[in-house]
């Protein structure tokens, strides 16, 4: 199988460019802006996620002898077509904003500028990537803004598709989990890796004694025992006995946790055992670990709710055609009007304004002209969130990899301090600030 | 990138095996069950998805030098865990539900089995895959049940992660689905795709009445053109003047379907363009689709819902211990007894007793002993539903590839008219068939 990214698309992109190709608008110069209308779920944030994963895909959107082929032999596109795609990469820019950044409705996250061609065949691969990606770093953020200082691991790689999972790993800890149980995720992007044992565990045992002292064996006493194959409070008993007072945890999988918790807390404390900590990894999600919080529990691990976006497994981001080149290869700003579903034309330069440091909107000036306006300097306290992330075709390497990862990470943390408190409370809203447009000339 | 998938693994799936291969318990004989305690939802059925797929990843679950390389920089298990997964390959079989089946709460989807340290590895990628592919094919399969004879395409990549898009894709088309628009799902497993224009189709062109005409100009009169960017009355009657009567179809995006597709429906017809196709594309689920059943539309595309399990965007399945080898050598049953998550031990045998061909049952014998049980012959209306899938560590190959989903297609609607009446309706309920438990002795 091709390593090549460029059939990650939508049939009709390619309809687009074989009909553009033949009028001559594939050679129009445009600007496309992939965004949000609104945030899913009542969410009074959302968090830029996937940024640096497309890039590195876009590295692999070309058009190799087996995809050429395939478009041939399927008659997807004319002849005249696949021969363009043959020597198809894409050439134009992108800007937008930093990978764990903060979004709104309409923050213009990706504007992807160059020829009608050039452009128009990303649209899905762009959306696949952003949309999903971002849903899980929002509904991540949202569990780690519960958790606090405690330490939430990601474990839902067996609720997501093989690679999504991947994915979701990666985007969990862009918004603050500090680990995952994927491995595919550690390797690739330098994430953290953690996970000791499973039910399947004790049953191989013949007893779950048997099973803590292999474990123990194998791993030491700062292993984390699983403790609920059974019984809790035996297993809990099990554990210390086995492993001693300096057992550095022990793992509950079900029940009423805040109950539990308590429970196994003073059990471990009557039994000496006041160090070990415990994770609690069942059925978790932003709302139980915000109820967990009075709780003597020491980490999460939070598998399906993470992976699928707790609730909204999609951002909602769609990528439309904001300005163009008209006949006279002037400027053209374009919109539809469909009903519910219209979109803002022209140029967009995006500010988050703050007071005091606190964000009060996100401030986004339209222009129209093919020139990116200047950064104006009206407005002080304003930050600007683009950033160049692709220039002339070539990928901005530092958004990329594992070190695009932790950059991303922490611009994320950082940028989260910005949010006024009321951003931060789980209930439904409207974001938690509004996005004001401004015409470039009135700056 | 290394294509080896073995790294698509929970990491304490490894600390167990090499804790096994400790204390020797790595060669006890073991069988995993993967199966779904409930149905997502208050669904009536559930339908097997991914197992295909999951022949095809298991060929490639080797680890090489890159993957052994970062499980012994990152000490992820231990020097001799590392020598041991360097000759790993899966030598244990695998039986279960044709993809495509139907299935129901405790159904035994794929019984794995081999030695602890063959089996327990594998739970992180058989349940990514069967979970993720059986939500959308059990969502896919509801709306084709709502659709009837109408088509339905599938045309969600973009709101899905870009590799998690091929396998919806895939597994809506396994459900019912007659196309998608994903080109590298046509590639890869033979599904016909479909698409035509997006609306930055119409905005890229000077006026709608260029953008239409370019469009007939490269795809013919017998394309579907998107009407509905700003006005639908208006792109309608466009459409007609630019390809004639005619036109092959014309697709709405937006508004109240059914009152916009009773007035297109009325223009066409006034029009002259009675043969002119309706294709509705904004938001459908299965709720929408059988709302429309009344309504004048000839064809439906379905995106976000069915890519994201409309609601339910994973299927719970799983992957659990049932039996293994003694200290003696000799057979025990097991299960973990844990609150609102236990399981059922012993090796399962299952049938779907039918009445007159229609479904009354999943029957599902449970046995202890190495030996599988020989079919029952009490049952003359049963239907055995597990097939070889692996056998001594080989693929079972009729069901990889695209014939394999040809294949589970045909299946799935073979079998679905096996159903009742009642489990077709889309209100929640109970599982349309009860769930029987009989001890092979008794049989």
Redesign the interface.
């Known amino acids: ?1 091709s ?1 090549s ?1 460029a ?10 460019l ?3 190709l ?2 001559g ?1 594939a050679r ?1 110069h ?1 600007l ?1 802006e992939l965004f949000a209308r609104r945030l899913s779920g009542g969410r009074r944030f959302g968090v830029v996620g996937g940024t640096g994963r497309l890039l590195g ?1 876009l590295r692999e959107f070309r058009f190799g002898e ?2 050429l082929r ?2 041939r032999d ?1 008659r ?1 596109v ?1 002849p005249e077509a696949v021969a363009y795609l043959e020597g198809y990469r894409f050439t134009g820019s992108i800007t937008g904003y930093r990978e764990g950044e903060l979004y709104f409705p309409g923050s213009p996250v990706l504007t992807v500028e160059g020829s ?1 061609a050039d452009a ?1 065949i990303l ?3 762009a ?3 952003m ?3 971002s849903a899980v770093a929002t509904a991540a953020a949202r569990m780690s803004v519960a958790a606090g200082d405690r330490p939430l691991a990601e ?1 839902g ?12 790993a990666r985007a969990a800890y862009v918004a603050g989990f500090s680990a995952t ?4 995720a ?3 992007w330098g994430i953290p ?14 007893s779950e004694e048997d099973a803590f002292r ?2 123990v ?3 030491g006493p700062g292993t984390t025992l699983l403790v ?4 809790i409070e035996r297993g809990v008993e099990t554990a210390i006995a086995v492993a001693g007072t300096g057992l550095g945890g022990v793992r509950i ?3 009423d946790l805040p109950a539990v918790a308590a429970s196994v807390r003073a059990q471990l404390d009557r039994l000496g055992a006041t160090k070990t900590r415990i994770t609690v990894t069942s059925d978790l999600d932003e709302y139980a670990i915000a109820a967990l919080a009075a709780s003597p529990v020491d980490a999460y691990g939070v598998g ?1 709710s993470v992976v ?1 976006g707790s609730g909204h ?2 951002a ?1 981001m769609v ?3 904001v300005a ?1 080149q ?2 006279d290869g002037g400027w053209v700003s ?8 219209g979109s803002q034309g022209g140029r967009k330069t995006a500010f988050r304004r703050r007071t005091d440091g606190v964000a009060q909107s996100e401030l986004i000036e339209v222009s129209d002209g093919f020139e990116q306006a200047a950064q104006p300097s009206a407005y002080p306290d304003a930050r600007p969130l683009q950033v160049p992330l692709v220039i002339d075709g070539e990928p901005v390497a530092e958004h990329e990899g594992p070190a695009g990862v932790a950059a991303a990470r922490e611009h994320h943390l950082r940028v989260r301090e910005e949010l006024p408190i009321r951003a931060l409370a789980l209930s439904r809203s409207d974001p938690a600030i509004p996005t004001v447009y401004v015409d470039a000339g009135d700056s």
Chains 1, 2 share one sequence.
């Open positions: 199988m390593a990214t059939l990650l698309t939508d049939r009709y992109e390619l309809t687009m074989d009909a553009a033949r009028d608008t129009r445009c496309f895909l087996d995809e395939y478009l399927e997807v004319s009608f128009v649209e899905t691969i959306l696949s990537v949309n999903h990606d474990m790689s067996r609720r997501a598709s093989e690679s999504a999972a991947v994915a979701a149980s994927n491995l595919e550690g390797r690739r890796t953690m996970g000791t044992a499973a039910h399947s565990w004790t049953l191989l045992h013949d292999a474990q064996d194998a791993l609920d194959t059974y019984d999988d079900s029940g399906t699928t497994p999609t909602g990528y439309k055609l163009r008209g006949a374009v919109a539809k009007t469909a009903e519910g579903k």
